[in-house]
């Protein structure tokens, strides 16, 4: 009797097993809501406790004996108060459903007894550490053990001292599964946020990498612009060099590679940029900014550069008429902002773009690929672009940022900056 028993448990503890991994499988996914996670909680160990009482361990014909207990615990510690609630009630339901007899009214009165004491500990359960939630699931087992035994006093009328024997196996079963299951659960935890962390630093080694790369693309153009100005118009050059120190000293104060910069000092770069460009090609090149969204939200560092220099100078300037170069950020919401870089050049294929997003190593031009690259990296998703042959390309992006601010402020910015673009020499 006693092997089967034991078999019976064994049964019970291989089906609680199958629902912590699947739980943690789904887990590992991360939930997007808090609501997720609870329905996912519910419907797993509701289902572990419906198993686990459809095929318990038979002492007699009239008294069955089943560890409900750990994932009623499991899922009330690691979910919410409702998830627990749940569980219980669901446990209370499923009893009545298999009869109404003495062991229906020691589930009931041990539940009433020992949900609250749970409950009030989940808060303790949360906070805790690896060793100090596997504890705190301990004693709460054998306080509800110790709770199942005497309402089995007292309402079977079986002797304390009987009931402990009756129920020896099944306490060193519940004992032995809570710590396994409890350690399972937090040793899976700690290699799922071990994971994710070395994810998230590869993720931020690359963006820095394809940072470096960006930096160096944009020093040698802007270099080659003031060394032909040198000789010529030695002044011009003095001032494209001033503009090229304000572009240095906004551009790369990223303290340890800090991942978000301001959209003001994002559009600072963009206009020193440009006005290196304007010294080099005078008239050929005219610049129209649209700038509606909030000036001091927060986007990730060198985005819209990359952008405007492409269109600068592999959009207009291989065509000898050169074109206009269209630059607009507007806030689509209180949590988005697009941006968009177009110009009216010579526009390129469907081939073309495909080439310019392969991961090629062997390519000179990276700025938009890598630009696009660590987007998809932030953010999940890269740049699009619409392009036609011989009338332009249009490059644009969104991506989350905080509220807008009042439209004052950004008509104060956008007003002087247009008439010094239209006045520059």
């Not at 459903?97 to 020691?106: E, K, M, P, S």
């Not at 040793?187 to 071990?194: G, Y």
């Not at 032909?228 to 790369?252: Q, V, W």
């Amino acid at each position: 009797m006693t092997m089967n028993i034991i078999k019976d448990f064994a049964l019970q503890l291989a089906l609680i097993a199958m629902i912590v991994f699947a739980y943690q499988l789904l887990s590992a996914g991360r939930f997007n809501r808090d609501r997720d996670k609870n329905i996912i909680l519910s419907v797993l160990f509701g289902g572990s406790i419906l198993l686990c009482m459809s095929f318990p361990a038979w002492f007699a014909s009239d008294y069955r004996v089943d560890i409900r207990i750990i994932p009623l615990l499991l899922g009330a510690l690691y979910g919410s108060w409702g998830i627990g609630l749940f569980l219980a009630a669901l446990i209370v339901v499923y009893r009545v459903f298999i009869g109404v007899d003495l062991g229906l009214y020691t589930s009931v009165l041990t539940l009433l007894l020992t949900m609250p004491v749970i409950l009030f500990c989940q808060r303790f359960f949360a906070r805790a550490k690896k060793s100090g939630r596997i504890q705190i699931a301990l004693l709460l087992l054998l306080f509800y053990c110790l709770v199942g035994i005497t309402t089995e006093y007292l309402v079977r009328g079986i002797s304390f001292l009987a009931a402990f024997q009756v129920h020896f196996i099944h306490i060193i079963i519940n004992i032995v599964a809570v710590l396994f299951f409890t350690a399972l659960n937090e040793t899976i935890k700690d290699i799922i946020s071990k994971n994710q962390q070395l994810q998230l630093e590869a993720k931020d080694a690359e963006i820095a990498f394809l940072r470096s790369q960006i930096k160096p693309h944009f020093l040698y153009n802007a270099l080659n612009s003031i060394a032909a100005l040198c000789h010529d118009e030695p002044r011009r050059a003095e001032a494209l060099t001033i503009d090229l120190s304000k572009y240095l000293k906004s551009g790369f104060d990223f303290e340890q590679l800090a991942t978000l910069t301001t959209l003001e000092y994002e559009l600072e770069l963009v206009q020193a940029y440009v006005n290196i460009e304007k010294a080099r090609f005078g008239s050929k090149l005219s610049v129209e900014y649209d700038i509606r969204a909030n000036l001091e939200a927060p986007i990730p560092p060198l985005i819209l550069q990359p952008l405007v220099e492409n269109a600068i100078r592999h959009g207009l300037m291989t065509d000898w008429q050169g074109g206009t170069v269209k630059i607009c950020v507007r806030q689509k919401t209180d949590s988005t902002i697009s941006f968009a870089v177009e110009d009216n050049g010579c526009g390129m294929s469907e081939v073309k773009q495909q080439e310019i997003f392969n991961p090629d190593i062997k390519k000179k031009g990276i700025g938009l690929r890598n630009t696009s690259q660590r987007l998809q990296l932030l953010y999940g998703k890269g740049l699009k672009v619409e392009s036609t042959e011989g009338q332009g390309t249009k490059v644009f992006f969104d991506i989350p940022v905080g509220p807008i601010k009042q439209s004052e402020e950004v008509e104060a910015w956008c007003e002087p900056l247009s008439s010094m673009m239209k006045n520059y020499p």
